[in-house]
């Protein structure tokens, strides 16, 4: 018997026993349709946080430091560590873009943010870092020539205008008051009494404490939560001063802080920038590491999306096992019933000359067939609950993005994504017809099938 005339009584089955082959179409569909919901949604939102993410810096910067005891410790000057990590940082593709310093005010002149809250120190950077900063700047200079320029983070922004944000606020309060405290912080000279330098504030970056979950109260559940409560601004907070070798008025009010610093780095891919992160942190195994290296990501949490996302993955590949096996034993007792049904059909073929290889294929074809369908409807669902899970989620993102990254999203926020794992999901719910029909195989021998038929 040819091939096609095989598939065609394999396809003649899909609606000889529709009702059984709509119900196994319609679970297995909804089983693997919740895994391309996950595959669409989270790949979606992994791609958009990254997309905002990427946008305060080119490349990937990071601090990286070999670890020292004190920084006491002659030997853990920026100057010393740098021979011990530039052959590594080269290896992975990063450059080397300088060292950020620490300064400090006089302890009786810290600067006042607020009743509760002081600035006793700050930072330099690199004047390539500084000028290759994407975000928030004042569009006009300082007149006053004995202030200090400070890019500042959007948390101490908070304090100096004084004004409330958080995430039990509405969605429209939060994106109100996002604008409200960059319009009242950049650009405007703040005078603090008990300190005798004044601060203008000259840029913002991205920093918010709180994780990027969408639930506002504790006992609401987010889908989309089971990944963003685990994803975090970088934890750098430093106040960054970008005059501070410009005037000696300013040199007298800040005193460097001897020994201290960080080696500045840039890589221009994100998964080169990961491969390093990854190495210093032990590819972040359980087991006891110390590679005395240090880490640090700023102005962005790129690499953090990437390790929160990866523990995902993993975390999904142990679901995905759990129903592909749910899947095999749905369609192995449904092939096992079928051919319980239809031993007399079988029966004909063999007397009509068919072998054992013929029979086969009819019900390779037959399955083949019905896990095309499931494998269809799950995209389906998989495409329609992602939409939804879009909409759903729209304002609470958008409210997410402005606090986390200082950009309003001007477009629907779509979640939803393709990569490689659809295409592999797509392919294990067709490999699951012949592995059925081999885990079913002794139901098709004449021995088997004679049994069947005198019982009935």
Known sequence: MKILDLAKLGHTNVFAFKKRSFMTVVVIGILFGVLFTFLFSFYGLEKFLLSYASQATNGSVITANSICVSWEDNSCTPDDMLPKIADLISNYGGEIEGVRYFYQLPEEHPILLSSQKTINS????????????????????????????????????????????????????????????????????????????????????????????????????NILDLVLSQVYNSDDSEVYLTNVSNSQEIEQHVEPINGSGDIIVRFNDLNQAYAYYSYANCNFAETQCDRGLSVRELFS?????????????????????????????????????????????????????????DIFVIYLFFLLELCALAATFAVFIGIILSIIISIFNNASLAATIATHYLTIPKNPIVLFGINSSCFVLIIIMLTIAPLCLLLSIDHFSNKNIAKRMKQA
């Open 122 to 221: 700050f930072s330099s950077l690199p004047a390539k870092v500084t000028e290759s900063l994407n975000i928030p700047r004042s569009k006009e200079d300082s007149t006053d020539s004995s202030a200090l320029h400070i890019i500042t983070p959007f948390s101490k922004a908070q304090e100096l205008s004084e004004i409330r944000l958080n995430k039990t606020q509405t969605n429209e309060k939060i994106l109100e008051n996002t604008e409200k405290i960059q319009s009242s912080t950049l650009g405007k000279v703040f005078i603090n009494k008990p300190s005798v330098s004044a601060l203008f504030v000259s840029g913002i970056y991205p920093n918010w404490p709180d994780s990027f979950s969408l639930s506002k109260k504790v006992d609401t559940f």
């Open 301 to 357: 949490n790129q690499l953090n999306i990437k390790q929160t996302f990866s523990s995902f993955r993993r975390l999904f590949k142990y679901i995905s096992v759990v129903i592909i096996v749910i899947g095999i034993i749905i369609m192995v007792f449904t092939l096992i019933r079928l051919i319980d049904q239809d031993s007399q059909s079988i029966a004909l073929f063999r007397s009509l000359g068919a072998s054992g290889a």
